[in-house]
């Protein structure tokens, strides 16, 4: 069954420092999205991501966060200077064009120090 | 701004009998709810939808009631089984249209008890 892959599954990082977080979505899918889920708390939005451009973004998705399809695999989420409130789970789902289901990834835990 | 509330952060169940999980939200505009289902340490799962045209969809153990005029969802599962337990969240979209943001609420964590 496809799936939703991410990369790292955890990473340890300074603040200050910049984050790549990597995602392969579903491979016909067209819809991109970054969640987070801050311990104990709710899964968050942070961004959409269709035809190359971004569809919608939260208040979360500062100048700080970007986000790239590099090529016609990789999604990609970064942050350019990272805080101790980073910390999180961060999500990648996928979804295909005309149905609302959003496929997740397993995540990827950031922990900033 | 917690447009999707899940009120009870966690629920005991017996084996064999039904979990009832609560959602309720805010906005008059969602259209479209989904429940996925989240074990430790992994991503959360599809489980089932429901979009604003119908108050109920079925599948297997899994079945969504959907009462737009109290603005609440629940999820019923019957019967319960010790693999059910998980956090269980729902989910809401302004439109079935992918793209637009999706809010999750805070999560019920289940307990399955055999």
């Known amino acids: 069954e496809p799936e939703v892959t991410q990369t790292p599954s955890h990473q340890v990082t300074q603040m200050g420092q910049e984050v790549i977080l990597r995602c392969v979505p579903i491979?016909?899918?067209?819809?991109f999205y970054w969640y987070r889920q801050i311990l104990g708390q709710k899964v968050e939005f942070l961004v959409s991501f269709y035809n190359n451009e971004i569809s919608e973004k939260s208040e979360i998705f500062d100048d700080q966060f970007s986000v790239e399809r590099p090529d016609g695999s990789n999604f990609t989420l970064k942050i350019r200077s990272t805080k101790l409130e980073d910390s999180a789970m961060y999500f990648c789902a996928s979804s295909a064009m005309g149905t609302g289901e959003l496929f997740f990834g397993e995540g990827s835990r950031l922990t900033v120090l | 701004d917690q447009q999707v509330k899940q009120n009870s952060p966690s629920l005991s169940v017996q084996e064999g009998r039904i979990s009832i999980l609560n959602c309720d939200y805010t906005?008059?505009?969602?259209?479209?709810f989904l429940w996925y289902k989240k074990y430790p340490a992994e991503g959360p799962t599809f489980l089932i939808s429901?979009?604003?045209?119908?108050d109920k969809n079925e599948d297997g153990r899994f079945t969504v009631f959907l009462n737009k005029s109290a603005k609440h969802l629940s999820l019923h599962i019957v019967p319960s089984q010790p693999g059910d337990s998980a956090v269980y969240f729902c989910a809401a979209s302004a439109s079935m249209n992918t793209g637009n943001q999706f809010y999750f609420g805070t999560g019920t964590s289940l307990t399955v008890i055999p």
């Open positions: 906005n008059s505009m969602f259209d479209y």
């Open positions: 491979s016909n899918h067209l819809y």
């Open positions: 429901i979009s604003s045209i119908k």
